[in-house]
């Protein structure tokens, strides 16, 4: 799957701290076939991809739209389409489907929250029954959108 992480927040805390587990977590995704993608609505974040060594494990890193989200991925070229977001912000994630991530806001906060995202992706990849309170299914406007992006045509134009 091509898994998009938010920065602040969910990899990042107020104070600059990267969430534990984040290294570790990228790495096995990526080991298991996926792809890993780091996208923010501060804009694009190669600083903190390359300043914490995540740089190995991540295919793209992006500007992130806040809403009106298919047209977002066309002004921001963002492609792939995602296919599971990792994010504190509840509305994308309910429009692209992954998992509403507890805020990570202060170093003295970090948890293992990585973990159970890991867990939710390796589960839904294998084909498994998911039923943990934050996993968001993908919009029927998503699966509309992964669709025509995957037959190549329409709304995938402009993406690349
Ligand atoms: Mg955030």
């Excluded at 534990?20 to 694009?44: I, K, M, P």
């Excluded at 084909?127 to 934050?134: A, F, I, S, T």
Aim: charged share 25%.
């Amino acid at each position: 799957m091509h898994i998009f992480f938010d920065v602040d927040y969910t990899i990042l805390s107020f104070d600059q701290i990267l969430r534990r587990g984040t290294v570790e977590v990228f790495a096995r995704l990526v080991d298991e076939g996926h792809q890993v993608y780091v996208w923010s609505g501060e804009g694009v974040r190669w600083g903190v991809v390359r300043g914490f060594g995540l740089e190995p494990y991540v295919s793209g890193v992006f500007a992130k739209p806040l809403g009106d989200f298919a047209n977002g991925l066309r002004r921001f070229r963002v492609s792939p389409v995602p296919e599971f977001v990792v994010d504190d912000y509840p509305e994308i994630v309910s429009y692209f489907g992954g998992f509403h991530i507890q805020e990570f806001f202060h170093s003295r906060d970090n948890d293992d929250e990585l973990e159970t995202v890991y867990e939710v992706i390796r589960d839904l990849a294998n084909g498994g029954h998911v039923d943990h309170p934050r996993w968001r299914p993908r919009s029927p406007e998503c699966v509309a959108l992964l669709e025509a992006s995957k037959l190549g045509t329409g709304s995938e134009e402009g993406l690349g």
